[in-house]
């Protein structure tokens, strides 16, 4: 299928046939086969060992029908530059202007829009780089990741004025993802994962005066990430959600969070008992009501997952349930008047017919919508400053939708 709406499109090779080696995790991209989707799905579930750096794996299988109605949105898409694209993720500088984060081959980039063109530089080269995210500081924009190899683990890296700025938060082995965000008082915080002999600890370090500080949050099986801030506190307290195995099982089952008291960490079980739970977990908080919502990708017939705290309470929903492979990989954004807009990604028989997709919910009914056909793994959500969602994904692409 075509998205609808104007599109601006750059050629692009696809190659089917490469090995991707990180650590002492092999990756083959083959040509499709009928077990492919499976294969991904286990990939994305396994919790690798410590010292053990993961990658999702290219290519995949997919198809089904669609539960729900998916509308043609009128989105408009763009080639930023040629890349890769990898673990991309957006922001909006205070100026309103689109950012961009990603890995093309063994270089971090940062793409910028200043309302005419794109404009991309190098942040940082290393053999391998994975975990970007991207926040606005009030410095600007700053990028945490992790890097491998020599003078690997978890970077911190700023705009300065005339380039940017790496610092090392923690050397050594750590987690494939980090998740940047800034506290009330414009210091930043990363959430990542910390090798701790055969399991994990879930770390949270924050910047204080130029000196990182480090708290254990949780310690267990533990991947995937995502810190966000709840401003229904003043200060704005932090909270994290992250997926987890069931002790002495390597599958991800569980979604889990951890929210800071005041005084302590308090950590609660929101889902466990199907594999799939927490898989790529992003949060955010609801602007008007603060409640905490995170998104997942789930199993892999249940169709991403959307999940919602009120007052004590946690509920779930899908909010893309065409039954297989659909919500992969998704991340949540709310408009300032509460809507909350998920970019995902559904599988299909070649990545190159993978689907970006978008949906929408006002808090009592979805809106599902088809943003692009591209081949691309890796896909971020972000609220233009109209309030108009837009989508950075892999291909360093870019997507807007008009009104």
């Given amino acids: 299928m075509r998205p609808i709406g104007n599109s601006s499109r750059t050629a692009r090779v696809v ?42 794996p290219i290519g995949m299988e997919g198809g089904g029908a669609e539960q729900n109605a998916l509308l043609a949105g009128t989105w408009t898409t763009e080639s930023v530059e040629m890349g890769d694209g990898w ?16 890995v093309s081959a063994d270089r971090l980039r940062f793409a910028t829009y ?27 924009a700053a990028v945490s990741y992790v890097g491998t190899g020599k003078g690997g683990g978890i970077k911190l890296a700023t705009r300065g004025p005339l380039s940017w700025v790496v610092e090392s938060v923690e050397a050594g082995s750590h987690g494939e993802f980090t998740s940047l965000a800034y506290d009330g008082a414009g210091n930043p915080a990363i959430a990542y994962l910390n090798p701790n002999r055969k399991v994990w600890d879930l770390i949270y370090a924050r910047k204080v005066g130029g000196a990182w500080t480090r708290q254990v949050v949780d310690t267990g099986n533990f991947r995937y990430v995502a810190l966000a801030f709840d401003a229904g506190f003043n200060p704005p307290r932090p909270a994290i959600a992250y997926a987890a195995a069931t ?3 390597t599958s991800l089952d569980t979604l889990k969070f951890a929210s800071w008291d005041g005084t302590a960490w308090v950590r609660e079980t929101v889902l466990t008992g199907t594999v799939g739970y927490g898989v790529f977990c992003n949060l955010a908080f609801h602007p008007l009501t603060h409640a905490a919502t995170i998104v997942h990708s789930g199993s ?88 108009q969602p837009t989508l950075g994904y892999e291909g360093v692409r870019f997507a807007r939708r008009t009104p």
């Fill in 247 to 249: 002790p002495g099982t």
């Fill in 114 to 140: 200043d309302g005419a063109r794109w404009t991309a530089e190098t942040i940082a080269k290393g053999s391998t780089m994975t975990g970007v995210s991207l926040a606005y500081g009030p410095g600007g």
């Fill in 87 to 102: 673990y991309i993720d957006q922001a909006y500088s205070t100026s309103g202007n689109a950012a961009l984060a990603y």
């Fill in 300 to 387: 892999s017939a249940s169709g991403g997952l959307f999940t919602t705290k009120a007052g004590s309470t946690w509920s779930t929903q899908s909010f893309d349930d065409c039954f297989d492979y659909c919500g992969r990989n998704p991340s949540v954004a709310f408009t300032a008047d509460g809507i909350a807009w998920i970019s995902s990604i559904r599988w299909a028989s070649t990545k190159a017919q993978n689907q970006m997709r978008a949906a929408s919910y006002d808090g009592a009914a979805w809106s599902r919508e088809l943003v692009d056909t591209f081949s691309s793994n890796w896909v971020s959500v972000g609220i233009a400053p109209g309030g």
């Fill in 15 to 56: 190659v089917v046939c490469c090995v991707l080696v990180i650590g002492a995790f092999v990756v083959a991209a083959v040509p499709d086969q009928p077990d492919r989707l499976a294969t991904r799905f286990a990939a994305e579930v396994r919790i690798p060992a410590p010292g053990e750096a993961g990658i999702a």
